[in-house]
């Protein structure tokens, strides 16, 4: 079959001779529909292999060249053994590609998010949303209903973590909650638009890109800051009217500024919620939190609840993504059309899907 293979720093080929996975119990074979690049599948191409394993991964026991994309819809083409009833063959679907062992302490806690072996199909092995066909484990399927065409159900991953981000956070407790999100990233954006479904009384987002500033603004932000003209700590706690500062802070941007800011930006008593991956160590001082007796809250991925949450909620049109996608390429155009303007103009797109049937 055809699919795109990672085999290093700047190294993607589109190849057309690679073999298609067997079909075992309670695994599902999907047509990949439409496929999202992603910062962590940029971070790859620049400078890895970082997440993608350069000797056998304890799961998938699979290593560079590996098929990519782990941001997917697709359909249903097979089932394996014992699939669950409610899967169908034709079923549209978005797939959760979380990689997990099932037998390390944080999967016995139900934290499979934080597999101390884990991964992701499209990173760490199991095939990949670039390809004519991958094969995932049918708990890894969720349907699409209806209403929710192919190509939003490839947003469906990158709102997942925004969803698992918010989720974590104190929203459920704090009545229109005011909130601050640093970053007006593709999971930046995708937090604002979860927390506006989930109630939020007020979200002010920090970007200095001026086009992410108008999506920021599209997607209802009712602030948009740039921080390089504007004082976060005070303007923040003057938008919150005056007493204190936000409630919540999503750090979605991971620099070192970002960092300061989040902590001396919070409410007393407030959360910090680190959504960003850090590519490096920075400086940080626990007394930016200590006097403001507020909390720091690491998240990571998503879990199943997350994708359900997020499919509910674009079912139900409290949340709109459609404007996320700002272009859309073929997989034969994925390093020209797709990598290097996300990388040379990363300010003009939010996401690039691939059109796995253009």
């Not at 962590?40 to 060249?65: A, R």
């Not at 037998?103 to 991964?119: D, H, M, R, V």
């Not at 890894?140 to 918010?166: Q, R």
């Not at 949450?309 to 059309?337: C, F, N, Y």
């Amino acid at each position: 079959m055809k699919a795109a293979r990672y085999y290093g720093k700047e190294d993607i080929r589109i190849e057309h001779d690679v073999e298609a996975a067997k079909l075992g119990e309670g695994e599902i074979r999907v047509a990949p529909a439409f496929v999202g690049i992603c910062g962590t599948d940029l971070h790859e191409y620049l400078g890895g292999p970082n997440f993608s394993p350069t000797s056998p991964h304890p799961v998938t026991k699979e290593k560079v060249p590996i098929t990519i994309g782990h941001e997917f819809s697709g359909v249903i083409k097979e089932l394996g053994a014992n699939a669950p009833s409610h899967l169908k063959v034709g079923q549209n679907i978005a797939v959760q590609p979380t990689i997990y062992c099932g037998s390390c302490g944080a999967c016995k806690i139900g934290a499979e998010n934080a597999c101390y072996n884990g991964g992701f199909v499209g990173l760490s092995g199991g095939g990949g949303g670039m390809s004519e066909s991958v094969v995932v484990p049918a708990l890894s399927c969720l349907p699409l209903p209806e209403n929710i065409s192919l190509d939003v159900g490839a947003l469906v991953e990158p709102l997942a973590v925004a969803w698992h981000a918010v989720d974590a956070s104190p929203i459920a407790s704090v009545p229109k909650a005011k909130c601050l999100v640093l970053g007006g990233g593709p999971i930046g954006l995708a937090v604002v638009q979860v927390l506006l479904s989930r109630g939020a009384g007020l979200v002010i987002v920090s970007e200095v890109a001026a086009r992410r500033q108008e999506f920021a603004k599209q997607f209802g932000a009712h602030h948009v800051l740039d921080p390089r003209s504007n004082d976060l700590v005070a303007i923040s706690k003057e938008l919150c009217g005056g007493e204190n500062g936000p409630d919540i802070v999503f750090d979605c941007a991971g620099v070192p500024q970002s960092l300061e800011t989040a902590c001396k930006a919070v409410a007393s008593r407030g959360t910090v919620v680190n959504v960003a991956i850090w590519e490096k160590a920075v400086p940080f001082d626990p007394n930016w939190l200590v006097f403001r007796e507020a909390k720091y809250q690491a998240v990571l991925g998503y879990q199943r609840k997350d994708f359900e949450g997020v499919i509910k909620a674009i079912a139900e049109g409290r949340i709109k993504p459609e404007a996320m996608i700002t272009s859309k390429i073929r997989v034969e155009d994925l390093v020209q059309g797709g990598y290097t303007p996300l990388i040379k103009e990363k300010d003009k797109h939010v996401k690039i899907l691939v059109d796995m049937h253009a």
